[in-house]
């Protein structure tokens, strides 16, 4: 598999492990020493701080059923780093009853580590938050 395929691998992994609530892995889509930051959970770097979010995480979406849908996936390769954007809508359902919960995005740094593409540094943003129902 080509570098851009990987990826967009990446990018749908790390939807599909925090919608599916497999936690451990989602955490491999980052670099040991990896960050995710954004408006709702603040700034959380390393594999003990990103534990710490997946806790915060669950506590605030633990009775949702969560669907991180993105798009508009943009990639710039420059040897064994990356930086790429994309648009994502956050969805959320409580006993049968769907929201669109917030709509924004990510801004992403990534590098190769051992042939394999992995977040450094990924930055949340949201263009609109809906209701905390």
């Known amino acids: 598999m080509d570098d851009l395929a990987q990826i967009h691998q990446l990018y749908a992994h790390y939807s599909w492990t925090l919608d599916e609530?497999?936690?451990?892995?989602?955490?491999?889509?980052?670099?040991e020493d990896g960050v995710m930051e954004g408006p709702t959970f603040g700034r959380h770097a390393g594999r003990e701080e990103l534990r710490q979010f997946i806790a915060k995480y669950k506590a605030a979406s633990g009775m949702f059923q969560v669907r991180?849908?993105?798009?508009?996936?943009?990639?710039?390769?420059?040897?064994?780093?990356?930086?790429?954007?994309c648009y994502v809508l956050h969805y959320r359902t409580h006993r049968g009853r769907t929201e669109l919960n917030a709509i924004g995005g990510y801004r992403d740094q990534l590098r190769k580590v051992n042939g394999r593409w992995l977040f450094s540094d990924r930055q949340a943003f949201w263009d609109y938050s809906g209701s905390s129902a």
Do not use: M, P, Y
């Not at 991180?68 to 954007?85: F, K, L, M």
């Open 21 to 31: 609530k497999h936690h451990e892995e989602w955490l491999e889509c980052f670099t």
């Open 68 to 85: 991180h849908i993105i798009s508009n996936i943009r990639v710039e390769i420059q040897g064994d780093s990356a930086s790429g954007s």
